[in-house]
Every structure is written in structure tokens, then in C-alpha cells.
């Protein structure tokens, strides 16, 4: 019995794997749909095509997190692709979704789910992050569940909405599983308060939701389950969403009902349901939304709810219309029976397939929502579009349709500044020819101009060689002469230094006379073997560097008086420029998000 489990387990996650290892490069270094930087040959991000830009686009940064891809992290673009941040390495070792911006503790912060992904669902924990990139806070599964699943992490006021999937043992000899215990995915909300960490309220679908609501049967589709283990328990509801209004009641999208449900927020009783086998809502002819996803309040009084959600439209075997939409729909209470009315559609471009799986709709100006352009993430299909009012797409872009997913993307505005320092590289063909510096500052938004600066000792003063504007992610700059050392100094568009890259100062690559053979002005040509030996003999030879100076950060008294210091966020900030920086940009940001939203 034991190891009969052990086996299924055993086969069902080296499938997986091997449907994951099609997709993955495995040189990321001759991959054209990856991202490569010289001063950061650490990170491999998804390169973002952009397809279409028109007038009218509004402002921000694009935020995703392709997995599936060489590396799986967050990732922010601006929107002609350019890179502002890949966080591989620093987002934690696994899937990361649902990146976005939030608001913990009165300011912004970014928000993102990070775990383990097995199909259609994950095991990981919430991540809150400051504008300096840093985590600082956590939120995890409570009451003795385990962990958190993927599929939301959403913060209401100083509330954490979030999704759980556990495995229960269920009689299933209903559904033929007669030879033992039957399983199935209970889908589970909690409601944890931010401020003091305690569990406001938790809903399970196994409590209030019969099986015979689901569309799904075990097996039937990719993320079903047999019901046969707690491996593979049949996921008869599949939550993807949770909301909350005003008066405390819940709002939740199901896939696998095809439903959109209202909670009671006391008593977990529902309300209504919208959608599905047992609609409490009359849903005229041609209005059909299947396995949706993404469903917020954009309004809501006793007679209406507006209601924004993503309509997948099918779950890769049943569809119920041509194309994937966005939607916002109007509940009418008063109506006897109750409506359901389509106010707006977004729908997928014509020559898009349908997304056969996650996806999301942001109405970019909530509080105007009929005017406003909306951005939708394609979910199964890496795209994403952004639409003007009318439905009509004003920008189209994806990363690689090669396999990676993207469950939700975003658009937002909020500037950033890393406590990490900038990256530099240099490079010299040799020591009597120019010095080239290629600089970048994963994750900044404020940088104008890159400051270049070289000596020729540990103990010279640094010279001033040149200023030249950034040039996306990464900068290059040919600095004349050799420059035993180099630094950079990122400089924001009103010309003050915002950050220094390490001030012990980069020696450049020089290649030996032998190897220089194999390398030009601009670099050295990529090792694909090994080449003849040299004869020459091995030299264990080291590239001794200066000693690193204590950072002094000029002129931030102005600054910290102004934002009187104590912000969350000043407790991750080690240097003094941090602190600045992030307090002044909590600011700003709250002014930039203040117009856009
Ligand atoms: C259970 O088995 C019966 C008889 O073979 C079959 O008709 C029915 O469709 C099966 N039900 C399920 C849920 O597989
Ligand atoms: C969270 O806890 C604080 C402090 O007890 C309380 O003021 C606040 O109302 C709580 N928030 C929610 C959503 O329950
Ligand atoms: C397909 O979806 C329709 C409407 O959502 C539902 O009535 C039907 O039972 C579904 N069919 C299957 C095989 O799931
Ligand atoms: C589950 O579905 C897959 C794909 O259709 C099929 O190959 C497999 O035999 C099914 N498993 C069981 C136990 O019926
Ligand atoms: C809804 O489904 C019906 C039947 O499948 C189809 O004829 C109709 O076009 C669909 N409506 C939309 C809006 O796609
Ligand atoms: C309820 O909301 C709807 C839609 O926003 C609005 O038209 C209506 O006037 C509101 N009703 C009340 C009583 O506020
Ligand atoms: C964008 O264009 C590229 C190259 O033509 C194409 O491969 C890709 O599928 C397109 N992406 C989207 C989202 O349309
Ligand atoms: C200059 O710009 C930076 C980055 O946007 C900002 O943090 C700083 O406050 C500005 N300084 C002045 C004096 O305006
Ligand atoms: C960067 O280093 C230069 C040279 O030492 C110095 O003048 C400048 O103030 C530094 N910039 C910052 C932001 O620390
Ligand atoms: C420097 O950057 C420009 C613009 O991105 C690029 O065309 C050029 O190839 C780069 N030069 C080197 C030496 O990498
Ligand atoms: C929230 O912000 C307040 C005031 O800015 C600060 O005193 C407090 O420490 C912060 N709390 C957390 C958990 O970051
Ligand atoms: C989440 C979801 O239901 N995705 C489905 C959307 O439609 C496509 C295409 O049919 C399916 O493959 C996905 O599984």
C-alpha cells in the first residue's frame, strides 16, 4: 500500500519534471528569449518582446515572474522591455507569483507569493519586500495548515488575504475510489491581520461546498487529481482568488465551479453565487464565463456589485467561449430574479490562442473604472496587453511563448532604490589599450546618468573621466587609457549620487598575450571547447584588489529631518543613503500612486 503511494508519487513528479525540462535552456548563454548582462553574469532573466505600443499607454513599470524559464523570479520591465530588476537569487529558490505592488504598514512595498509548485498548485509562504528590494516581512499559513498555496496573496487594509490547498482524506466510493481512502484538495482563505499577526477568519470550500458543484471530475483534467493520495487529491474546487469588502464579507473565484461566490464574513455562510450549477443570478444568453480567475470589488452597495474578474473561458478540454476576456460585470439584487449584466470585455487578441490557464485583469484606475485602461496578464499564454476603454489593445508583449507561464502580471509606477550597490564590470585588451566599463543597478528606477571614475592605485584619488546617460539595464561606457581601477557612481536626473559601486574599485579583464588572440576591443569570443594547451606552465596566480573603504554618504540632512526618520522600512536600510532614499521615495511613491489609482 505504502509503496505503491511511493511509487505513484514517485512517477506523477518525474512526469513533471520531464515536462519542465523540455522548456528549459540548457545554454542559457546562446538562448536569444534570455536576458544577458556583463556586469551581472548571475542572472539569465526572460527577455520581454514588445509587439505593439500605441498612444494613450499609460505610465509604470511592467511586473511578472515567467517560471518555467532558465531562472524563475520576479521580474520588473519598463515597458519597451528594458530589465529594472530580476530578484534570481534573492526571491528565494523557487517559483515566485502574483508579484505586485502593496500597501503594508501605510506605505508601498511589493508583494509576492514564493514556494514549491506541483501543476496546479504550490507550497511556499508570502513575501513583503521594501522599495529598497529587502524583505521584510513574511506571512504564512496558521491554525496548523501547513503552508500557502500560489493563488493569492492579497492585501486588504491591514489585512492578508490568502489561499491554502490541503489534502483531506474523503469517502470518494461515490466516485469508484472503493479499494481505500479517497482524497481530495480542500481550498482553503485565511484572513490574517497584518498588525498583530492573529487569524481574523478562515474559510474551507470541503465545509460549505458540495463535490457535486464542480465541472471537474478526478482525473479529468491536468491539475484534477486521481483522488487516489494526498499527492494527488482530487482538486474538486480550485480557489483563485479572495477579496474583501468594507463590511468584512469575501468575495472568491473557483475554477473548477466555474463560480464567483460572496461569504459571510461571521458566519463563512454564502451569500450568493454567481456562475455555475447553482447560480443565484440569471446570466443572459451569450454571457458565458468558465474556469475564471482574478475576481475583485471595483463597487459594491446592497442593491449593485461591479465586479472585475478574468475569464479564461476554458480549462484546455471544455470551452465556453472563442477567445479568453477580461470582464466587468454589474449584479443587479433588486431585479427579481437577480441579473447579471456584461458592462465591459477585453478579450484576447485575435491571433492569440485561449489562455488555458491563470490570468488576471487590473483596472488601472480603480476609481474610475469605466474609463480607465485596464491591463491583462494571459496566464498559460506569457503575453500581456493593456486596452484602452473601448477594449481596444494599446500594447502587446510576452516573454517567449516556449513553455513559461506567467500567472499574473502588472503595471505600476513606484520608484526603487536597491540597498544593493551597482554592478560593475571593465574590461582592457591589454594594458596599453582603453578600458571599457559596463554598469548596471539591478532593481533602480531613479538613475539618469552613470559618473565614471578610475585610478591607477589603491591610493590615488579617484578622477572624474566622464558622465553619460544610462542606457537601459546595462551601461557601457569606453573610458581612454587603461584604468587600473574603476568605479561608478549612479546619479539621478537632478544630478545627485544616489549610490557608488563598491569603492575598493574594479580591475579590469586583461587577457594574456596568448589568450588575446581569441579577443578584440570589446570582449573575448564565448568557450563553446577545450582548446590546444599552450605549454605554458600553470601559474596558481591571484588578482590582489584594495582594501574596502567605510561608505560616507554626503549630504542627507536635509532629507532625514524633512521625513523625521522611524519609517518600517528604515529598519532594513544599513547604510545612510538608504535610509534617505527609501524615506523620500515612500513619498514620492505615495504621490505617483495617489494620481494613478
Ligand atoms: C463508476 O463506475 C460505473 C460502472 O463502471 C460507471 O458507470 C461510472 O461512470 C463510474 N463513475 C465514475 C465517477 O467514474
Ligand atoms: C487588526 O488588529 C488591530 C489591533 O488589534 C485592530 O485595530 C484592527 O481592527 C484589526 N484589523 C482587522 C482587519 O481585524
Ligand atoms: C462544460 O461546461 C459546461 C458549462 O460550464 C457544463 O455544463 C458542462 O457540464 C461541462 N462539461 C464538462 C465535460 O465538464
Ligand atoms: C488519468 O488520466 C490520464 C490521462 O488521461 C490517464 O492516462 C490515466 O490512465 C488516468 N488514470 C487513471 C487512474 O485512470
Ligand atoms: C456562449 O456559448 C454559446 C454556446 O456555446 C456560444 O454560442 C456563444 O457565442 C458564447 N458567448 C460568448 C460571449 O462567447
Ligand atoms: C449602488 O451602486 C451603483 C453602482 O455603482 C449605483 O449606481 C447606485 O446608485 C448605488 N446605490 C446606492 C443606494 O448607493
Ligand atoms: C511578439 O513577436 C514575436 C516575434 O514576432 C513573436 O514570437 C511573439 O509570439 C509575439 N508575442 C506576442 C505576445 O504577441
Ligand atoms: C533628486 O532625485 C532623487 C531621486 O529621484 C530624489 O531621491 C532626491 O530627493 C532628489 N533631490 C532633490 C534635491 O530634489
Ligand atoms: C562616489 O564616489 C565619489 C568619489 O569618491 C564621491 O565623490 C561621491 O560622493 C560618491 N557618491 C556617493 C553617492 O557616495
Ligand atoms: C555598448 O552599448 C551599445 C548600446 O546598447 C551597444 O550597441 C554596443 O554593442 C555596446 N558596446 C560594447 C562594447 O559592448
Ligand atoms: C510601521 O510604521 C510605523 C510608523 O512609520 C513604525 O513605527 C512601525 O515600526 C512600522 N511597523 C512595521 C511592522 O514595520
Ligand atoms: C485556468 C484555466 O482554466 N486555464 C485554461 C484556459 O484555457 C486553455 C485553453 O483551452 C486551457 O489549456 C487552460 O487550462
Redesign the pocket.
Known sequence: MLSSIIVKAGLWLSLTIAVAAQTISEDPTTDENLLQFKSRPDIFPPRLFVNTTQDGVAPGYIFMAPYQAYQTSAAIYEQNGDLIWYGWGVTGGSNVHDFKVCQYNGTDHLCFFQGFQYRGYARGQAIIMDTSLQTVKTVTALNSRGSLDQHEFHIVGDSALTTLYRPERYDLSAFNITNGEGWIQDSIFQDVNMTTGELNFEWSAMEHVALSEGYVSPNQ??VAGTGFNAASPWDYFHMNSVDKNGDGDYLISA?HVSTLYKINGQTGDIIWRCGGKLSDFEIPNGLNWS?Q?DARWLSQNASTDIISFFD??????N?SADH?AGYIIKLNHDATPPTVELLHSYPAPEDQ???????NLQILNKDDWANSNTFVGW??QPAITEHAPDGSILYRAGVAFNGQMNYRAYKFDLPLTPKENPALYTYALSTNDDTTYYMSWNGATEVATWRIYGRGACDSDWALLNEVPKDGFETNFTAQGYQEFGMVEAVAGNGTGLRNSTNRGIKPFVPSASLSQSCNGDGCQIVTQYGLSTGQEVVAETRPGCAALPITIANTAQDQTSNGGGSGENKAAVLGSSVMSMASISVLATLVIGLML
Open positions: 483534467s491536468e475554477r474556469y480567475h479564461n473561458a476554458s480549462n484546455g478540454f470551452q479568453s490562442a485561449i489562455s488555458a490557464s491563470q490570468g496566464g498559460s
